[in-house]
């Protein structure tokens, strides 16, 4: 029992023992531990303060910065608000100078009207003494004397307007033809182009003479096919070595010449071949007139187009007017109109444009119904062209008014390039007829004693009768002959109209 007691003495002692240690190591280690916790902190607080001070001096220094440049700021504007003022004040003395010299020139005026009022007042008192002495000495009465008056004073006008209006003509007209000749002739030296002249005939070379039978076939079996399928017209004579094929659609001609041409080399000519062969032929004509279309867009420098309006295009390759080639007319004439639209400042695109498609309506006139410029200015509206490129194809005849300047620059283009010496020819019946239309044109007009149509029908000179047509009379005789010639007459180029007023003065010796 006291071994028990003195056992558990001794543990109760450790116990204690180990308490007190483990209470004094807490607290030691407790201690350091706020000791290490305040040593931190402490650092904490130093480095923050130590960042205060630092960002504290950033914004000090940036907080400058500002009003530095501020004050930068409002100095360069004072500047500028100094020499705005400056310059004001020296606008405002200009100003009142301007005004000083209006008022002096005003003050002049008012001293010169004072001045020319007193010479009036003294003109209408000469003026009525003058009257009552005309009067007396001619004993005629006011209303007499004035209706004398007026009647020398209208002659002298007509003749003083007569000769401005020659005058300023021959002025316009210099200076006009100069001009009008440096653009014309710039642009055909740039534009120059050969043309092909087409007619309504097709000759196809044979390899012998038997083979006109091979074509006229057993009692015209195969010519009656052919022209069936082809809708062209064979014509088999004695030339040698040759037929002539005969149409006025001059696509579907030169369409019937290939089938023709290929039937020949191939050998086989019966019904059913040749209908095979002109459809081949037919999509063929359609890729070359595709392809005469882009090769005419791409000459004359314009971007794509529809392809509508590219294939009627091409048709003009096999149209003629005047025995020009229509395309290689209308390549010319995009040209033309762009280097004189270029010259004038002009649209050069919707000139060039304009001038390419002005006769495209000749590709389809013997289709439809209405001229040439209306179908081809409907046509090109329907894929998508502008309307001022449609003016420009409609008015380029004068059948619907000009809304541009481009529209005029075409049409002068197109007869420039139709008056070229050796684009076009024109049979005899025609050209008298022209002629003599010219000629009666002008002798429809009073007082016209003689007309003559000169220079292949340029120029029209007209003799009158002095006594019935004075100087001015002539002048305003002229411009009226040259309106009619041009809304009643088409021809390519232009045509001058001279009017001749001669007096003769006859004297008789006895």
Do not use: W
Request: proline content about 2%; charged content about 30%; hydrophobic content about 40%.
């Amino acid at each position: 029992m006291d071994t028990f007691l003195i056992i558990l003495l001794i543990v109760v002692a450790d116990v204690v023992l180990v308490a007190g240690l483990v209470y004094f190591i807490t607290q030691f280690l407790y201690k350091r531990y706020q000791a290490e916790q305040q040593a931190r902190a402490d650092n904490v607080i130093q480095l923050a303060k130590e960042k205060a001070k630092t960002v504290e001096l950033e914004a000090r220094d940036a907080a400058m910065k500002k009003v530095q440049d501020a004050e930068g700021e409002i100095k360069e504007m004072r500047r500028e608000l100094t020499k705005e003022n400056e310059r004001l004040q020296k606008r405002q003395d200009e100003m009142d100078k301007k005004l000083d010299r209006l008022e002096q020139r005003e003050q002049s005026l008012n001293r010169r009207q004072s001045a020319v009022d007193r010479k009036a007042n003294d003109i209408e008192k000469l003026y009525e003494q003058q009257l009552e002495e005309l009067n007396r000495v001619a004993g005629m009465t006011n209303e007499e004397a004035k209706a004398q008056l007026l009647t020398e004073v209208e002659k002298e006008s007509r003749e003083d307007m007569a000769r401005i209006v020659r005058q300023i003509e021959a002025e316009a007209r210099a200076e006009g033809e100069n001009r009008a000749r440096e653009i014309i002739a710039d642009s055909i030296q740039r534009v120059a182009s050969d043309h092909v002249a087409e007619v309504t005939t097709s000759v196809v070379d044979l390899p012998n003479e038997e083979m006109k039978g091979r074509i006229v076939g057993r009692n015209g079996r195969n010519i009656r096919a052919f022209e069936q399928v082809t809708g062209v017209d064979v014509i088999v004579d004695d030339t040698p070595e040759s037929v002539t094929i005969s149409c006025f659609d001059a696509v579907r001609r030169e369409t019937a010449r290939r089938t023709l041409e290929k039937l020949i080399k191939d050998g086989r000519i019966h019904p059913a071949y040749i209908e095979k062969i002109f459809n081949q032929e037919t999509q063929e004509m359609q890729k070359v007139l595709k392809e005469a279309g882009e090769e005419a867009i791409f000459e004359a420098g314009i971007p794509a187009l529809h392809p509508e309006i590219v294939k009627k295009l091409g048709r003009l390759k096999y149209r003629t007017s005047y025995g020009q080639n229509q395309l290689a007319h209308a390549v010319e004439t995009a040209k033309l109109a762009a280097v004189i639209a270029q010259e004038l400042g002009a649209d050069v695109e919707a000139a060039r444009l304009g001038g390419l498609l002005h006769d495209i309506g000749k590709a389809m006139d013997h289709n439809i119904e209405g001229t040439h410029a209306q179908i081809g200015a409907e046509f090109v509206m329907r894929h998508g062209v502008s309307k001022k490129v449609a003016n420009i194809i409609g008015s380029h005849h004068h059948e619907i008014d000009q809304d541009s300047v481009e529209a005029i620059i075409a049409e002068a283009a197109d007869a420039i390039s139709g008056a070229r010496p050796g684009a076009r020819r024109e049979d005899l019946e025609n050209y008298i007829k022209r002629l003599r239309a010219l000629e009666d044109i002008a002798n429809a007009f009073p007082g016209v004693e003689q007309t003559y149509a000169i220079q292949a029908g340029r120029e029209v000179r007209i003799i009158v009768r002095p006594e019935q047509i004075d100087d001015y009379a002539a002048s305003k005789m002229a411009k009226e002959i040259a309106q009619q010639i041009e809304d009643t007459m088409q021809y390519p180029g232009q045509i001058t109209v001279t009017v001749i007023r001669e007096t003769r003065a006859v004297g008789t010796a006895k």
